[in-house]
């Protein structure tokens, strides 16, 4: 008998229709049926993946009072908070302590020696990097944290002149993206107030029209400098559309960058064959390489060689071959590598070769082909929830595949920390943003259907128990 697998599906019409479709084949009468999730999970060709990475049990996750009464403390908890920070691959421990036992023994002498002598540290994990953000090796490099890389992005691609200085950025953007933005303009004698132009929803509206951005870009373009957004926003989950925004960024003469912190990992990204010009991310959310870990840079390719672009230097941007003779005169390396200012932290370089060993398993492609269709289940429950109480709560992210990525944001009527403890207390972990927004993110490599369904049968139980308890509300 032939295995059924999840097909490859783009579009919302599509993806519900094989959901409904699947449910009357199978002879389930609702989605909410636990043996239509076992199903799906049974025919998720990534379902493995799950078991290379610790899913918390609930004992160790929350304290004995802070467990919820019926809730069984030996569960694997349900995680659903990729989009802040991502679980720990099992093989990461052994790779941290192999490079401890290494200093312990050999001290300096790891540079050199070993499985990954620690001078060329940026040579195990460049490529899988780049290959996860659609790249080229010789245009990212592993480096510093994300706000780190934010500025020496800005400070190479934000060249200010008396005609063409702003910055147009989304509303709303991360409040660290905003913090660069207005310091480095600041840093050219210049006003954030007169410099930045904010892209915004239509009134009434959480989310961007790609349209809107297009006709503000061909508005205003002759006076910006930089177009620069996030890739994925970090509130409402929403995927921008990071061709379209450089292709006409470029045809205005602007350069064109991103914070790809909530993107890399959790979509498929093509920023080479794009032109985006340079792009910044960190590795512990959907990168799984653990809390503070170290980012990723990307500038493209046909600035690889323009040795003359003004950027910000350290030593280890100077060739590899020649660094350690100590030279006065800096010889750069091309591509990313020359953006880069000191030798990288190894252990965190070895927390994130503990997750990309697991990327280098499967593809991106391959990630959100699942991730389209978990998503897509998470949604018909979620609606299913607000078509018995519609006042309870919205989804806010895009209903549109090509608008998002894995992460949906939940908005409710009421307080959502009350809604994130009754889940929490019940093993089911999500985030806050701001007082009414839950943040809901099924990550492709170890949620399961399953863990989706065990979520939206605990917010609905949450739904009916603070209906009942007014007062909590």
């Keep these: 008998m032939a295995q059924h697998l999840l097909p490859n599906l783009k579009t919302r019409d599509s993806l519900r229709g094989y959901l409904k479709g699947l449910a009357l084949e ?21 379902a493995k993946f799950r078991d290379e990475f610790h899913v918390p049990v609930i004992s160790e996750l929350l304290s004995e009072d802070e467990i919820a009464g019926g809730v069984d403390p030996q569960e694997k908890c349900v995680y659903l908070n990729g989009c802040s920070l991502g679980l720990q691959p099992k ?21 050199y020696l070993g499985e990954h002598p620690w001078y060329p540290i940026e040579d195990d994990v460049v490529a899988t990097s780049a290959n996860l953000v659609g790249a080229m090796p010789l245009e990212v490099a592993i480096m510093n944290s994300l706000t780190v890389n934010i500025h020496l992005g800005l400070a190479a691609f934000y060249k200010p002149t008396t005609e063409r200085f702003k910055i147009l950025m989304e509303s709303e953007p991360f409040p660290s993206d905003k913090y660069a933005v207005e310091s480095q303009i600041r840093w050219h004698g210049l006003d954030p107030l007169t410099t930045i132009l904010y892209a915004c929803p239509r009134e009434g509206e959480k989310i961007w029209h790609t349209e809107d951005i297009v006709k503000m870009i061909e508005e205003e373009g002759d006076s910006i400098a930089l177009v620069y957004f996030s890739g994925v926003h970090y509130t409402t989950g929403h995927l921008f559309d990071i061709q379209r925004i450089t292709e006409v960024a470029h045809l205005k003469g602007c350069y064109a960058g991103f914070d790809l912190a909530h ?20 590795t512990y959310k959907y990168i799984n390489s653990g809390p503070g870990s170290i980012a990723g840079f990307f500038v493209h390719e046909k600035f690889a060689y323009q040795f003359d672009h003004p950027r910000l230097t350290g030593w280890w941007s100077h060739n590899r071959d020649s660094r350690l003779s100590m030279p006065g005169e800096l010889d750069l390396q091309p591509g990313a590598a020359g953006f880069q200012l000191s030798n990288p932290p190894v252990l965190q370089m070895m927390c994130l070769l503990g997750s990309l060993n697991v990327f280098k398993k499967t593809s991106m492609a391959q990630l ?8 897509t289940y998470l949604e018909l429950l979620l609606e299913d929830i607000i078509a018995k109480e519609s006042t309870f709560m919205r989804i ?13 944001t939940l908005e409710f009527e009421h307080s959502a920390g009350l809604v994130q403890k009754y889940l929490r207390d019940r093993g089911i972990m999500t985030d806050t943003r701001g007082a009414n927004g839950l943040r809901v993110a099924p990550v492709p490599l170890y949620n399961t259907f399953v863990d989706v369904l065990r979520f939206c049968n605990a917010l609905a139980h949450c739904r009916s128990h603070l209906l009942k308890d007014k007062n909590k509300l």
């Design 91 to 111: 093989e990461t421990q052994k790779l941290v302590d192999d490079e401890l036992e290494k200093w312990r023994k050999r001290g300096i002498r790891g540079h």
């Design 263 to 282: 993107a890399a990992g959790n979509i498929e990204l093509h920023l080479h064959d794009w032109k985006v010009d340079f792009a910044c991310w960190c």
């Design 26 to 46: 199978i002879g389930v009468r609702s989605l909410t049926d636990p043996q239509f999730a076992e199903e799906l999970d049974r025919r998720d060709e990534l």
């Design 396 to 408: 806010v992210t895009s209903s549109d595949p090509a608008e998002r990525g894995c992460h949906l």
């Design 368 to 375: 959100t082909k699942k991730s389209r269709i978990l998503t």
